[in-house]
């Protein structure tokens, strides 16, 4: 079965986006979604769930077969190799968004158990004498960052970068505030899932098992204080990016 060329399918929709003068909201608002859906889509990010297929073909003023080939197709009957073709892609759509969605979804679940088992390890620490303030300053700013960030990871972080990543050493990431800076790591579709999975881990792993790590220390360590709040604070905080470097090096 040939695959879809992302970037092709982008390129096309954005010229006839174009050519019907129409802006990205625009096309977007059609369709009743985000404009950030229809960017991701013309940049190569990701693909349209193939409900949107006949609605998008019909503001854009192409076949769904032209939208599938991602070029304009002659007025001539359909070869039953093309067709099957164009069957294949249509099917390629479906598996892709049901797969992704799937996959998002069980990450989305995670962080949200992840939530309400860092809440009860910090209301646990509370109960066993650990004051507000401590709480704040350390394990609260830690579970609140982790949480906020795998937050990104788990809804908003895309499952593909765009193409200009692939043809160029980009060193960094940004998506609105979110950025990522690697030195010496070059982002790129063949790394990037796997950052995204280290990622994902480590933001959903560290507020479940901090609270209780900390609490530990905390009670067995004789010359406890700040130095040590501030060390396991770090080691929480910025300890993910060792298993990120670690992947996208491995798969760079």
């Not at 939530?115 to 009860?120: I, Q, R, S």
């Not at 350390?138 to 990871?153: K, N, Q, R, S, Y």
Request: proline share 4%; glycine share 8%.
């Amino acid at each position: 079965m040939e695959s879809i060329d992302r970037e092709k399918f982008g390129a096309f929709v954005a010229a006839r986006r174009k050519e019907k003068g129409l802006t990205q909201q625009a096309l977007a608002d059609q369709l009743f979604l985000s404009n950030k859906a229809v960017s991701k889509w013309e940049t190569g990010q990701s693909l349209p769930d193939i409900t949107l297929l006949e609605p998008l073909a019909r503001c854009l003023g192409v076949s769904v077969a032209e939208l599938l080939r991602g070029e304009r197709m002659e007025e001539r009957p359909m070869g039953a190799e093309e067709a099957e073709t164009l069957v294949g892609r249509a099917i390629q759509f479906a598996d892709e968004g049901a797969q992704r969605d799937k996959h998002r979804r069980r990450w989305q679940v995670a962080w949200a158990v992840s939530t309400v088992l860092g809440f009860w390890g910090l209301c646990s620490l509370f109960w066993n004498g650990v004051s507000r303030a401590e709480l704040v300053n350390t394990v609260f700013l830690t579970e609140l960052l982790c949480l906020i960030f795998g937050f990104w990871a788990v809804f908003f972080a895309p499952a593909r970068l765009a193409r200009y990543y692939d043809e160029n050493k980009i060193t960094s990431f940004q998506q609105g505030p979110v950025r990522l800076n690697l030195t010496g790591i070059r982002f790129h579709n063949g790394n990037w899932p796997h950052i995204l999975s280290a990622l994902r881990w480590w933001l959903v792993i560290v507020p479940v098992v901090f609270p209780p790590v900390y609490g530990l220390l905390r009670s067995g360590v004789p010359q406890w204080g700040t130095a040590w709040e501030v060390g396991i604070t770090l080691t929480a905080c910025l300890g993910l990016l060792v298993p990120v470097m670690v992947v996208a090096k491995k798969y760079e």
